[in-house]
């Protein structure tokens, strides 16, 4: 007799490897500590507390990954494990992104907790309306807020998650967790308010449009597939679709390129950059530097995990259509970066175009995709990939925290007040005078992102165009080093306004043509008017004025001595950026690990 009611499925237990998980749960658990830090711990202790929670999170997890490294995926016989059933895939290539993301990222985070001039750089209520009472009610009353730490660890949590992803539905969880609090953070500037309030909007709108094309393509890959797992997506069972579907192959593409157009947004590659210029600008110095190292780094993780899954495994065999989009991007890019940073004359402005240039440079030797045979699984590109991202973020996070005490000033003396950073280029001449450790500093920071001997830049660009030239993509290294040359010009320009250009005497009397209006000694700066009030302003006396005119002739520059760990910072990327450059061997042949690559 057939019995009525069918047995109940068994339930399989799943298996959790725990020391595989442990530095996502470290940053991830360590910023939930942190929002109940901020709710409970007394106000004169918790910055204090936030900091070394978010220090020891960021070094524990690197060193768990190092221990992963050395003494867990070593023995295993293809250099990968699963975890979570998949979700996960760890290999070398994954751990040596990773400890690169958090080791810069700890770096960045000493910038971030600088306060040299009593105060950080984070608006103290940063829902608050620009200039309103309430906003200098909380700035009067010293309120400090440091809810910074805890969304700085949820998106270090994302960018070391997003590089791991082994299906695609992770891989957007990642995207979303990472993104989200650098949308929060671009908009918490103390200083210039409006210009950081604008430049979160336009991140966050830009950013859900790319969230999109994400969900799109994943929705596409699927559809032709039956799954989202990238390991099933590129055996040839996942493949053995009815004739039907045999023409499906644009369908599919369209799906990668989709996917790929999700994550080069967060590359800043060209032309899905239409971001980075005014974030950049408009964000918090140091949250500016943090974005453009560690998210460049995890972006790029996914992109290689994407482009080698799918370009050279999967049965149809899409190197050829992935490649040219590749090459495209990487063309476009560099040529936008480097020809457009030459005609920049705000220091951070720059730095963004010459960001969209390097992301160029990187895609050179992604673009240099080998065909599988079916017998090996070794990728070049892997260590010159991790390099150049290492040797890139080092020297971006010492160049923004040098641009972090550079400021502008208003009156002399016992009187002298201290605005926002003095991001224009005047602004920056005879720098190597009045500070020539911060002006040899950024000189060292230049130098490596234009690629000079001797430091880590040249040695980044030699082994990304190297594997390009080794892959048939010679034509590409040859136009990527001529844009080097172009991007050249504008990092020796400012070299040259530091030690050879006189900077303006303090003496001289600019003559007013615009105002920018402060309220308050730490408040928001607009530009405006000659005699338009602000909404909100304080009693008179209270607002400051600086013209324009004090901005173009350089008068009205201050430099801050900064905290210990912004020169703790400072000095650590410099001796990194210098001991690479030099001494890369010992890095190189760590990172040779990495080109086994097995999804």
Known sequence: MTPLIAAAPQFTQPEIWWEWLAPYLLVLGAAVVGVLVEAFVAPRARRTTQLTLALVALLGAAGVNVWLWA???????????????????????????????????????????????????????????????????????????????????????????FPAAGDLLTMFIALEILSLPLYVMSGMARHRRLLSQEASLKYFLLGAFSSAFFLMGMALVYGYSGTIKLWNITSAHALQVPEALVGGRPLLITGIVMLLVGVLFKVGAVPFHQWTPDVYQGAPTSITGFMAACTKAAAFGAVMRLVLWFAPFIGLDLREEVQLAIVVVAVLSMLVGSVLGVVQHDVKRLLAYSSIAHAGFVLVAVAAVPAYDGTVFLFPMNSAVVFYLLAYGLATVGAFAVVTLVRESQGRGADAVTLGEATHLSQWAGLGRRSPFLATAFSVFLLSFAGIPLTAGFIGKFTAFKVAVDGGLWWLAVLAVLCSAIAVFFYVRIIVLMFFVDPASDDDEPAPAREVVAVGALGATSDVPVGTPLAGEPEAGVGLRLSEELRRTGAGVTVLKGSVGTRVAIVVAMVGTLLLGVLPGPVLDLLEKTVNFLP
């Not at 805890?150 to 270090?156: H, S, Y």
């Open 71 to 161: 003494d867990q995926l070593a023995p295993t016989e293809y250099k990968i494990n699963a975890v979570m059933g998949g979700s996960l895939m760890v290999s070398y290539f994954t751990l040596a992104l990773q400890v690169v993301i958090l080791v810069v990222a700890a770096i960045a985070l000493l910038v971030v907790a600088d306060r040299s001039r009593g105060a950080d750089d984070f608006a103290p209520t940063a829902a608050a309306i620009p200039g309103s009472d309430y906003e200098e009610l909380a700035r009067s009353k010293g309120l400090q807020q440091t809810e910074i730490y805890p969304l700085f660890l949820f998106a270090v949590g994302g960018m070391i998650l």
